[in-house]
């Protein structure tokens, strides 16, 4: 068996495994990191970067060395009804500069950025097909892990182990830390489709159990995401591509030309959805980031992001726990503290839109409708669901009078007024 050690040891390089070890290699912290595949992701999938993911990035140094072949601003999102009628349109140019805008990349391309700029860092070892099977203990603290790496058995000790491996987190089970998990009955079908017409803002369709959005790429692209029922993947590529072509082309008349792109189902993923509710995301020596602590639904739009804010924010507490020796679960509450109010706010704000936004009920429906069209007229209410969803805010975009005000029950006398820098 193979003994090694590290300052800091990782389970999983996704979104936030591989951001906190290149932001630890970057301050000269030793960091072994564990991923269980045999390289880097390739699969479909779809890559929104929204503001507090692109600010992460540009700390890392990343942001302005992403291929410009391979990423596309955007700046506006319409909602609209199925059928093509608009309901709201949301302004990235409203949020204050530089990161006013989403910028969609093509599959995997910022992930590969980050993996690629982890290679080329002295202090840190990426280790792929490394699968992890449990925890090293001492007196009750972690001190380390071990994994199979290929045919080896490999035992790697740390001062603290990061469990990033997801919503069916191992480090997780394996630090007897109990779960929430709950598997939503919609996930989404992704596809990349060709511009065929132009299309520079991203449209998001709602109606009675459908949802579809179009999010323009880089190389004439075209991200469609389509809501589905768990399971029934297979059950819509037996139907064929002309019936799923037509349920696109019923939803949003005006893009059949792209709709009509789709020719191979090799085009085409499926994206489950989860939720992560733990009640700690700590303990002696070991710490959850990311999906292993708080998966949340993607209407959100802040899954990967929070993860990756995740990383930033423990990287910067660990280099102090380092220089204290103190590893401790008390020391590692401090990342917890500051990170659950908003994960837990997103969490929220996410269930309500499933309830909303995937509804059959006509009246839950028409209430939903006349909320986006106040929030199409009010510009303080409308920047602060802007700004949750760039990531920029901690607290919920409404309290109980904000509510009765979107539903049109209320007037508001600030509608017009957005304080500066987007306080309100």
């Known amino acids: 068996m193979n003994i090694e050690e590290a300052d800091i040891a990782v389970v999983g390089a996704g979104g936030g495994g591989a951001v906190l070890a290149l932001a630890l290699a970057q301050k000269g912290i030793k960091t072994i990191v564990l991923e269980q595949a045999p390289g880097p992701p390739s699969g479909l ?7 507090n993911g692109q600010r992460v990035l540009d700390q890392l140094g990343l942001l302005n060395k992403l291929p410009a072949d391979s990423t596309r601003t955007v700046r506006r999102f319409h909602f609209c009804k199925v059928g093509g009628e608009r309901l709201c349109t949301v302004d990235y140019g409203d949020l204050p500069p530089p990161y006013n805008r989403a910028v969609v990349t093509l599959p995997n391309v910022a992930h590969h950025a980050i993996l690629s700029a982890i290679e080329s860092e002295p202090s840190v070892s990426l280790r792929y097909r490394s699968a992890f099977t449990g925890l090293l ?3 009750g603290r972690v001190v380390g892990l071990t994994a199979k790496q290929g045919d080896d058995h490999v035992t790697v000790k740390a001062r603290v182990v990061v469990g990033a ?3 069916f987190s191992k480090v997780r089970e394996a630090l007897q830390i109990p779960a929430d998990l709950f598997l939503y009955p919609q996930g989404y079908l992704i596809a990349l489709l060709d511009a065929a017409i132009t299309l520079d803002e991203a449209k998001y369709f709602v109606g009675k159990r459908t949802i579809l959005g179009l999010f323009p790429a880089a190389g004439d692209k075209v991200y469609a995401f389509y809501m589905i029922k768990t399971g029934s993947y297979e059950q819509v590529k037996e139907r064929g591509l002309s019936s799923l072509r037509n349920a696109w ?21 499926f994206l489950p959805t989860g939720r992560v509710r733990t009640p700690t995301w700590v303990a002696d020596g070991a710490v959850l980031i990311g999906d292993a602590a708080h998966a949340m639904n993607p209407h959100a739009s802040q899954g990967r992001m929070q993860a990756m804010v995740d990383a930033m924010m423990l990287a910067d507490l660990l280099p102090d726990c380092l220089t204290a020796n103190d590893y401790s679960a008390g020391r590692l509450k401090e990342f917890e503290t500051t990170r659950r109010p908003q994960v837990t706010m997103l969490q929220k704000l996410a269930d309500e839109q499933v309830v909303y936004w995937n509804t059959a009920n006509p009246v839950i429906a028409c209430l939903r409708d006349r909320v986006f069209r106040t929030l199409d007229g009010n510009a303080r209410l409308r920047y602060r669901v802007l700004s949750t969803t760039a990531g920029l805010r901690q607290s919920p975009p409404f309290g109980m009078l ?3 005000m979107a539903a049109g029950l209320l007037p508001d006398p600030s509608a017009d007024r957005v304080a500066a820098g987007g306080a309100q």
């Open 165 to 167: 491996d997801g919503a």
């Open 402 to 404: 904000d509510r009765l």
């Open 137 to 139: 203990r001492e007196n």
């Open 45 to 51: 999938r779809g890559e929104i970067l929204q503001p």
């Open 249 to 269: 082309i019923a939803i949003d008349p005006a893009s059949e030309a792209i709709f009509n792109t789709l020719t191979d189902w090799k085009q085409t993923a």
